[in-house]
């Protein structure tokens, strides 16, 4: 019975430790994720704005531009996909991933060839594994994001949709990320960046009440949209990338939280079975001194005889 006392001990000890690890990645996540939300409401208006600008110039000319004009017949499409560096964080990349394959599905039922972008070690890994064609990949900073790696995760999705499909350029461009709802929500989504969806923007735009402004351009509508086209992608694979940061870091708290208080759980039902181990070890022990003492008893007794 002492050896299964020990046996108890060891592991109460093994998941305290634990526990106490968790615990410090719950804490250390929730520091995080409020950086990575002021983050993101900083950048959402730049965004916002931005994309009404590129809207109110596109319906307010007739120039055939790849940022806001589709093309006949698309052929080729490109797929940006955000995960995560790290794991432990419950569902998370799973989830960008799922929604990823289900749009590159989609795409290939349209009859179009699909590029893969992939941000984060985790998506890699998990095209990797199955021997899928990635286009290009991008690790190291999903936890911070800058604005300088939003432009480098940029720079070959522009230089696709601005070459013909024949040099091994692309018609679509389309981003997967996971949208910081709140703290406790995360969905990932995919949307189109590229070409932008003039209707649904002025839509929704109308649906605020708001008014597009008119705009005289010079030199030219192309122009403008020529110097608008990488900042409007920057500005929003930045924000997605910001949102997918806080989505992680939301995620790891509350997989972490989970796991310490999961960790609490099993140390009590431990403690409980070490105290029922003590209290049989104490019982036997009790047990052998009594009978040991009568069976001195009945021996000085039959002595005596």
Known sequence: MGAQLRVYKRRIRSVTATKKITKAMEMIAASR??????????????????????????????????????????????VLLLTSDRGLAGAFNANAIKAAEQLTERLEREGKQVDTYIVGRRGVAHYNFRER?????????????????????????????????????????????????????????????????????????????????????????????????????????????????ASKHAATRRAMKSATDNAGELINTLSRLANAARQAEITQEISEIVGGASALADATAGSDN
């Open 33 to 78: 994720v409020v950086k990575a939300q002021r983050k993101v409401a900083a950048s959402t208006p730049y965004a916002q704005e931005l994309t009404r600008a590129v809207t109110a110039v596109g319906t307010g000319s007739n120039t055939k531009h790849p940022l806001t004009t589709e093309a006949d017949n698309p052929t080729r499409a490109a």
């Open 133 to 245: 064609t990635i286009a290009e990949t991008f690790t190291g900073f999903t936890d911070e994001p800058s604005y300088a790696d939003a432009k480098k995760v940029a720079a070959p999705l522009i230089e696709a949709i601005q070459s013909e499909t024949a040099d091994g350029g692309v018609d679509e461009l389309h981003i997967v990320y996971t949208e910081f709802v709140s703290m406790m929500t995360q969905t990932a989504v995919g949307s189109q960046l590229l070409p932008l969806r003039l209707e649904d923007t002025a839509t929704e735009t109308a649906g605020k009440g708001e008014i597009l402004p008119l705009y005289d351009f010079e030199p030219s509508a192309e122009d403008v949209l020529d110097a608008l086209l990488p900042r409007y992608v920057e500005s929003r694979i930045y924000n997605a990338l910001l949102q997918s940061a």
